[in-house]
């Protein structure tokens, strides 16, 4: 055996499981977390499937995304379980995580289910010139 092949990386299965428990755990589907990362779907699919390896910059694009920890992605280590998320701070990294459309259908159906909130959204609204009428 030689020196490099004892100092491989050999847990693709078990990278591309974590990889895929952490996305689906913040609600990230596969074709969108492909986008984020800036890879196809397909190189995705075959990363959680632990069927490709990947650069550091993709390992470094996927922690970054997924929020976790290097260790943990590579190895199931030192992962922050222990932090509970306030409601507040999942909903600001679901808005976090959406573009403007996406973001603007959310705020449509807070207002469509939270209709009280009404004056924020006339506070914030434009009028027909564009500007911001407070």
Same mark, same amino acid.
């Given at each position: 055996?030689?020196?490099?092949?004892?100092?491989?990386? &050999?847990?693709?299965?078990?990278? %591309? #499981?974590?990889?895929? &428990?952490?996305?689906?755990?913040? %609600? #990230?589907?596969?074709?969108k977390f492909s986008e984020m990362i800036n890879r196809t779907e397909n190189y995705v699919l075959s990363l959680e499937k632990g069927d490709k390896s990947c650069s550091i910059h993709t390992l470094h694009q996927i922690c970054k995304i997924l929020k976790e920890d290097p260790n943990y992605i590579l190895y199931g280590e030192n992962r922050n379980v222990e932090k509970e998320n306030t409601d507040k701070e999942i909903l600001l990294e679901i808005i976090e995580r959406c573009n403007n459309e996406e973001i603007k259908v959310l705020k449509d159906i807070i207002l469509a289910v939270f209709p009280n909130l009404e004056p924020i959204k006339r506070k914030y609204s434009k009028d027909k010139g564009g500007t911001t009428v407070k």
């Open positions: 055996m030689s020196r490099i092949d004892r100092n491989e990386y &050999k847990d693709w299965k078990g990278f %591309g #499981i974590r990889i895929r &428990k952490s996305r689906e755990a913040i %609600g #990230i589907t596969r074709e």
